[in-house]
């Protein structure tokens, strides 16, 4: 399946752009707005930052699950994709969300179109679930994921250490009807 580009228009003068990862795209790019999320916050569970032959690796081994830049001035400020929640066939309609945005960049309406475009895309791919894993620390996603139809549907409680702290991992779900 491919996966066009798009466009959003911020105003007269800002464009952002969301287009597939091709494996010889800028994975640097891409891993820097990862490992800003490693070593800045508790949104990404390592601690270590990766390197961008390991990030393109791991995404590239789920063939036919896209992984999207987002860009701005030629600028990637955001990344976003789809994985599989479970490697059995008859789970395959039940797929994970993940997208992580500079925070200079949220509260424009970016998130939300990523959000909506994870979804049109996995919907169009036959699935049905859509799961975000989200640390206990990160109150803005869960309030975000809440507001556009995700609730809340377990947790692993201590689940992780980062920075001297325990953070649970909250699982949540968004299901939509079948075509």
Partial sequence: MEFPSETIILDEVRRVMISPMLEDDDWQSAVAVYNY???ESMEAYGEQPVTAEQFKKRHLAKPGYPLFKVTEEDA???IAGLSPFH???TISRTIMVSYFLLPSHT??????????MLIEHGTQMGAVNFI???SSKNHNSIKFHEKHGFHKCGRVSRAGIKNDQFFDIVWMQKSVEFE
């Fill in 87 to 89: 490697h059995a066939e």
């Fill in 132 to 134: 975000a894993h989200i």
């Fill in 37 to 39: 999320f490693i070593t």
């Fill in 107 to 116: 509260g424009q309406g970016i998130g939300t179109r990523l959000l909506h």
């Fill in 76 to 78: 990637t400020i955001g």
